[in-house]
């Protein structure tokens, strides 16, 4: 899922905090990816044209809904035009449904959606372990594991793009689940876990992701965790966060095809 959103920690910079912090800092890292001014406003749409927009991937449109409000990005003027006119009438929760947007737009393909979680110090119930290790990023250990696991699971994760240390378990040498984040804007942490596919249901998962979260609060950072498996949900809410929205990524038809639709 992830299209490699291209910040480093050095990106992160302080958010101001209002009467709902998860919220607002949330509302406040996707406008900064949106790449041009937008604002989410409570039960509408804002839809602008950012060709450089870190929504979705390139030359594609970027829907992201949080709270009651939705913000979205098109390659140009023309498109988001489109956009806006078919999708103004519509509620936030059909927006980022795949089903209702092929209804009034000429799609093509879509990614997602991806629910989009977050957390904080005092909403956090951590797993307790104490058998997690801590290595570098680009151990030879993390790139075994990568290499045990389908690319589809790789992608997903997005463990090959953290910027923060792995916290990891072991069966013998061989790690068997990682976790760890990078850095977006906001002083935002996204969270990637991993659990080799022969270790999965032991709540591996919950206890190395603690480890990472653990680390990003330590650092005043706001965990992110973005999922589109139930599993990757379930063991989100296990561990407080909170489901505040949805993102997804949506690629129309050529134009000439457009026009018959």
């Known amino acids: 899922m992830d299209f490699s959103v291209a910040w480093t920690p050095a990106d992160c910079h302080h958010a101001s905090v209002t009467n ?17 001014p937008v604002t989410f ?18 030359g594609w449109i970027g829907i992201v809904a949080l709270g009651r409000a939705v913000i979205a990005t098109a390659p140009d003027n023309g498109t988001a035009e489109i956009v806006k006119h078919a999708l103004k009438d519509l509620p936030a929760t059909a927006m980022i449904d795949p089903a209702a947007l092929r209804d009034r737009l000429p799609v093509k393909e879509t990614l997602g959606p991806a629910t989009l979680a977050y957390c904080d110090s005092a909403g956090f119930h951590p797993a307790e372990s104490s058998a997690v290790e801590t290595i570098s990023a680009d151990h030879a250990d993390m790139a075994a594991l990568l290499a045990r696991v ?50 999965r249901g032991r709540g591996l998962g919950r206890v190395v992701a603690t480890a990472a979260v653990l680390d990003a609060l330590n650092a005043s950072l706001l965990p992110q965790w973005r999922a589109r498996p139930e599993a990757s949900r379930r063991v989100a809410r296990a561990l407080g966060f909170r489901e505040l929205g949805s993102q997804l990524s949506v690629n129309l038809m050529p134009a000439d095809r457009a026009q018959r639709f």
């Open 41 to 58: 406003t409570e039960s509408a749409i804002e839809v602008v044209a950012s060709p450089q927009s870190l929504l979705c991937p390139p």
């Open 150 to 199: 389908s690319v589809e699971d790789t992608d997903e994760s997005g463990l090959a793009d953290i910027t923060s240390p792995a916290f990891v378990v072991r069966t013998g040498t061989d790690i068997i689940a990682a976790a760890g984040y990078r850095c977006w804007p906001r002083r935002t942490a996204h969270v990637s876990v991993l659990t080799a596919p022969a270790a």
């Open 20 to 36: 709902d912090p998860l919220l607002e800092r949330a509302q406040q890292v996707w406008a900064d990816l949106a790449g041009t």
